[in-house]
């Protein structure tokens, strides 16, 4: 088994980059492809940029180039909710694009038009692994729901109140609906984890620095204690 492991930036893959043991390194599409063992098993992890584009280009390379069985996101979102805070766990168990819109034509918001599902499920397999994953992990509280990806840095209250409204979202982010996507085109099955830096408020981007470091642990904690359970 292969197991495909996608961060958008540095910071949350940099833990996995530290601990992996290298096989081979390739760069495609800008990206660098490390393959290797990481906590016992046999991964490949890339950094993909920000972005539904990369996101997509990426999970497109991993299921060619290396043919892998599983992919597995991991980083950091908006908290979308008061009950969730910086370096709690959201476990997707789906996703939706919340910037697409053919609503003129009268399709429901995120509905990616002529596509036969309106949202991309997670792996149900995956998903509980990841919930006893994050049982063993302590210092954070952890959902699962929906999560919401999207081409924007999302910071403003009218906005998460419509996401939530909308689509029932926990979180909110740039990348995971679309390697959703990718892999639900390619009957791939994946999970998206995502540990809360910012509560995608008028001060999203100051928390997101600051909460950067504990929200990449505590996803890093979450994905060691699954590759431990896999
Ligand atoms: N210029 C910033 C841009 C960060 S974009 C930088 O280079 O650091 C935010 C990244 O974190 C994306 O990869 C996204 O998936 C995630 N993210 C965290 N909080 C988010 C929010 N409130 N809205 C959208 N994405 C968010």
């Known amino acids: 088994m292969v197991i495909g492991i996608i961060g958008a930036m540095d910071e949350e893959v940099k833990i996995l980059l530290d601990n992996i043991i290298i096989d081979n390194k390739m760069i495609k599409a800008k990206m660098e492809f490390i393959s ?28 060619d180039d290396y043919k892998v069985d599983n992919i597995i996101n991991v980083g950091v979102a908006g908290g979308i909710g008061i009950e969730i805070n910086p370096g709690d766990i959201v476990v997707a168990d789906s996703l939706v694009q919340h910037d697409m819109d053919t609503s003129a034509f009268g399709d429901k918001l995120g509905q990616i038009p002529r596509l036969e599902v309106f949202d991309f499920k997670c792996d149900n397999k995956l998903v509980r692994i990841a919930k006893e994953a994050c049982k ?22 009218n906005k998460i109140k ?9 979180a909110c982010e740039m990348e995971g609906a679309s390697i959703a996507q990718v892999a639900y085109l390619n009957s791939l099955p994946f999970v998206i984890i995502r540990s809360i830096s910012d509560n995608a408020n008028s001060g999203a981007h100051i928390d997101f620095e600051k909460f950067i470091p504990i ?11 699954m590759l431990e359970a896999m």
């Open 36 to 63: 290797g063992t990481l906590w016992g098993k046999n991964v490949v992890v890339v950094r993909c940029g920000i972005g539904k584009v990369n996101a997509a280009v990426c999970t497109q390379i991993l299921i």
């Open 136 to 157: 063993s992990s302590s210092g954070h509280k952890s959902f699962v729901g929906r999560i919401v990806s999207g081409d924007q840095f999302i910071a403003d209250v």
């Open 162 to 170: 419509w996401l939530q409204g909308e689509f029932r979202a926990l």
């Open 215 to 225: 929200a990449v642990e505590n996803s890093t904690k979450i994905l060691k204690n």
